[in-house]
């Protein structure tokens, strides 16, 4: 068959400028920065991969809803608007706004988890697990063995394995266990699919034991994209149609607006239990504001309101995964060792695989996404070691087998020029690794330390 290229459903309406630094002014900010790619001064960047989070482009018609703002402390009309498009995209009865996802995660966490109990997980996101923790309960990951391989080429890396779901039960009890969170296209796995295959059966299986089920949605229109495109019988079904099949399969969810809504702040907790959101809005008044607000200007609710219509479009998702492909497969064909498939919001390199005389504990992934930095101005973060912290009960550095850097797409905003220049630099910077060296902390923050941590370079033949 005639193969037929895309082309982004919209044009450009207006830029923001941005500049190239010299390699000089590039390694004394990295020094600055401590190594990380987080300490940056964004003016100080060139193209900026560090995250799909609050970056993307909104459109004319989000600009134009943001000019609608109604900033009544109750009852803005913006939240009912927003209550509308999560009924009606997402399917969810009541609707709680936070001020991001971490807001949405903080409420539910504090409402369902007692101390001593255990949340089952399609793998662990860093701020989840945390809120998780901080409420008295221990993560456990229950996703397929093959998500833990860069090179399974499984179509459904996000799946649940039910051999370990029946383990945990069996070992600890359905009664502490109070729901399942099921990210929907999981960031830490390379934005990996879960099928709906596996979700239906998950349903059965939380039935069974009367256990909820808590979906981290905030890349369910990406998900839904996949299951149109490889799981069997969904290729005439629409992204919107697939989107509403995934939330009614789940109880409750905690979205971060940010990524798949393109809005630049927000958040919001989702339901259909009445009891849940009564105790919600108890609680979110305690952290974020008004059960009609919760930490969002009305003009922000107006802007997601808006975004989440846009989002589960066919062609937006078709253009948004496609950019996504297209540096995966320029990357790919050039030997560059990545997460395979192509996942949905980010291209994952295999720092491990890349930098294989480094050993975990001085830190590969966060040594490359510097080093990538230096070399072009590209930033990008780390998913790895850094990322991943340290173990509540022991203290030791988790070591999880993917050890990546995460070049991730912002929705919108860059072209395929852009894209072209970042597979070439990093295609530079694997010619060169042998040179990359190893990092140590010279600051290790408590919690979520992959944010503000800082490094210097290991000292040849010191570690
Ligand atoms: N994700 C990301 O860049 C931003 C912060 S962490 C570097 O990938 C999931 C799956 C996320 C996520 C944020 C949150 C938290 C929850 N779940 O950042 O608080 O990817 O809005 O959302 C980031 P907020």
């Known amino acids: 068959m005639e193969k037929r290229s895309w082309a982004e459903p919209y044009k450009i309406k207006m830029v923001e400028l941005i500049k190239m630094t010299t390699k000089e002014e590039r390694q004394a900010a990295i020094i600055e920065a401590g190594y990380n790619t987080f300490l940056l001064k964004s003016e100080d960047v060139y193209i900026d991969l560090l995250t799909d989070s609050g970056v993307g482009a ?13 900033e009544a402390y ?5 939240f009912y608007h927003l209550r509308d498009a999560v009924e009606s995209h997402y399917s969810y009865r009541f609707t709680v ?16 988890i007692k101390e001593g109990d255990y949340l089952p997980g399609n793998m662990y996101f860093t701020t989840t697990r945390l809120h998780q923790e901080l409420a008295g309960g221990t993560f456990v990951d229950i996703i397929i063995d093959e ?8 179509p459904f890396k996000g799946n649940v394995d039910f051999i370990k779901l029946d383990n945990l039960v069996n070992e600890v009890g359905a009664d502490k266990i109070p729901y399942v969170c099921i990210a929907t ?5 390379g934005g990996q699919p879960i099928s709906l295959a596996s979700l239906r059966e998950l349903r059965k299986w939380c039935d069974k034991h009367g256990i909820l089920i808590v979906h981290d949605m905030t890349r369910v229109a990406e998900n839904a994209y996949f299951i149109q495109q490889r799981e069997e019988g969904y290729r005439s079904k629409t992204v ?4 509403s099949e995934i939330c009614e399969l789940t109880d409750a969810a905690t979205m971060s607006s940010k990524k798949d809504a393109m809005v630049n702040i927000g958040g919001f907790l989702a339901m259909n239990d009445a009891r849940l959101y009564e105790q919600a809005c108890e609680l979110v008044v305690v952290y974020e504001g008004l059960h009609t607000y919760g930490g969002m200007a009305g003009r922000d609710m107006e802007a997601l309101a808006i975004g989440i219509t846009e989002s589960v479009q066919d062609d937006h998702m078709q253009a948004r995964v496609g950019q996504i492909e297209y540096l ?3 990357l790919e064909s050039a030997g560059v060792p990545l997460v395979k498939p192509c996942g949905g919001h980010a291209v994952f390199l295999d720092a491990r695989a890349m930098l294989p005389h480094l050993p975990q504990n001085q830190f590969p992934a966060q040594a490359l996404a510097a080093a990538l930095y230096v070399e072009s101005g590209i930033r990008a973060m780390e998913r790895g070691v850094v990322s991943a912290g340290r173990d509540k009960n022991t203290g030791q550095n988790r070591l999880p087998k993917l050890e990546l850097v995460r070049l991730t797409i912002p929705r919108r905003v860059y072209t395929q020029a852009h894209m072209d220049v970042t597979a070439e630099s990093v295609i530079r910077v694997m010619k060169h690794a042998d040179e990359v060296k190893g990092l140590r902390f010279t600051y290790e923050p408590r919690m979520l330390r992959f944010f503000q941590g800082r490094f210097e370079e290991c000292l040849a033949g010191t570690e």
């Open 185 to 189: 296209c999981v960031n830490m796995a």
């Open 328 to 330: 995966w497969d320029r």
């Open 240 to 243: 919107k149609e697939i989107v």
């Open 74 to 78: 109750a009852g803005s009309r913006n």
């Open 97 to 112: 706004p936070t001020h991001q996802g971490r807001g949405a995660e903080n409420i539910l966490s504090q409402l369902l």
């Open 147 to 154: 998500a833990h391989d860069p090179n399974s080429t499984h």
């Open 58 to 70: 909104m459109s004319d018609r989000q600009w134009a809803g943001i000019m609608m703002g109604d």
